[in-house]
């Protein structure tokens, strides 16, 4: 089946403006999470949902960042006053349900969103 | 937090040779722990991985080995070929309700023809 997909590819923006970044997940995955990686670096956690709830948000760096998954499939990440320091690659991923063995379950990254703040 | 350390930053081997990477954690309560490799612009892709009820898992080439009580993880990569050459991240987890996963700094490996 399909995987992940992001939109867009790339994004260039100037500083202050507002940018929306799209994650469609494999479809039945209930689990999605949203990563920054910035060059050079391995993948920072932002956020994951659960559903349509955020069970952990701790990785947000700060109140200009926030994601939203309305029905439980596609997320939007959100980022408002954007600056310079923002530009990265955004990954997102997805997971099938927690197993009942409690075990984590493999994610699946999409290809990312080039985000360039100039 | 978890904080994940992966060693070495770069590594270089002759096609044929095997290659390490090493990675710690700080989290006693991980219990899975992935490999991803992630080529030039491309996506980060699992290529195997670990949970802490087993000490070694195997397929083909690839190889991972993890000392819970030493908190230790590392890859094995036997008889390298140039498409190995990629950047690869390890991971930890705690599993089970708590999904947040931490990612080590990476380790770019030139395999040399």
């Known amino acids: 089946g399909a995987g992940v997909s992001q939109t867009p590819s790339n994004k260039v923006t100037e500083k202050g403006k507002y940018v929306e970044l799209r994650c469609d997940p494999i479809s039945g995955h209930t689990a999605l999470y949203w990563y920054r990686q910035s060059l050079g670096q391995g993948p920072e956690f932002l956020i994951y949902f659960q559903g349509t709830g955020a069970a952990d948000d701790s990785g947000l760096p700060n109140d200009r960042f926030f994601a939203v998954r309305p029905e439980g499939s596609v997320s939007t990440l959100k980022i408002q006053r954007t600056e310079r320091g923002d530009s990265a690659v955004y990954l997102c991923?997805?997971?099938?349900?927690?197993?009942?063995?409690?075990?984590?379950?493999?994610?699946?990254f999409g290809p990312g969103t080039r985000l360039l703040v100039l | 937090g978890e904080n994940v350390e992966q060693h070495p930053s770069t590594l270089s081997v002759q096609e044929g040779d095997s290659a390490v990477i090493k990675c710690t954690y700080s989290d006693s309560a991980s219990n899975y722990f992935p490999w991803y490799k992630q080529e030039l612009g491309k996506r980060p892709q699992l290529i195997i991985d670990?949970?802490?009820?087993?000490g070694e898992k195997k397929d083909q080439r690839i190889a991972v080995t993890l000392n819970k009580t030493a908190k230790h993880f590392s890859l094995h990569i036997t008889e390298t070929q140039p498409e190995d050459s990629a950047v690869y991240f390890c991971a930890a987890s705690r599993g089970g309700g708590y999904q947040k996963v931490t990612f080590g700094t990476g380790t770019k490996l030139q395999v040399i023809p």
């Open positions: 991923a997805s997971s099938l349900r927690q197993s009942g063995g409690g075990y984590q379950e493999t994610q699946y």
């Open positions: 670990i949970r802490s009820n087993v």
